[in-house]
Nanobody, 122 residues
């Protein structure tokens, strides 16, 4: 599956953004989808994941209660609604897919999008 992320931008602290990740292919509904991010000078970290039917969702503690992951299998798209953004959320955000059950481990995901930049100003 090929992935195309969009929706990044510059926002003030406390603001909101919604990231989208459009997937190609007919089997999108069979994949667990995830969002990861990488800040300058830091390692990539897990942000959120959702299993193929939305029945299982996982978040990193630092975004729980502020970010919401969702998916629309009819549109082959996964979303990341980001509210109450903080400067420390500034990063390049990637969507990724894996076959099968939910995971928070980047190495479990086989396909990656190109990334969309989120910058949160203080």
């Amino acid at each position: 599956v090929q992935l195309q992320a969009s929706g990044g931008g510059l926002v003030q602290a406390g603001g909101s953004l919604r990231l989208s990740c459009a997937a190609s292919g007919r089997t999108f509904s069979s994949y667990t989808m995830g969002w990861f991010r990488q800040a300058p000078g830091k390692e990539r970290e897990f942000v959120a994941a959702i299993d193929r039917n939305g029945g299982s969702i996982s978040y990193v503690n630092s975004v729980r209660g502020r970010f919401t992951i969702s998916r629309d299998n009819a549109k082959n798209t996964v979303y990341l609604q980001m509210d109450s953004l903080k400067p420390e959320d500034t990063a390049l955000y990637f969507c990724a897919s894996k076959w099968g059950t939910i995971s928070t481990m980047g190495q479990a995901f086989s396909s990656w999008g190109q990334g969309t930049l989120v910058t949160v100003s203080s």
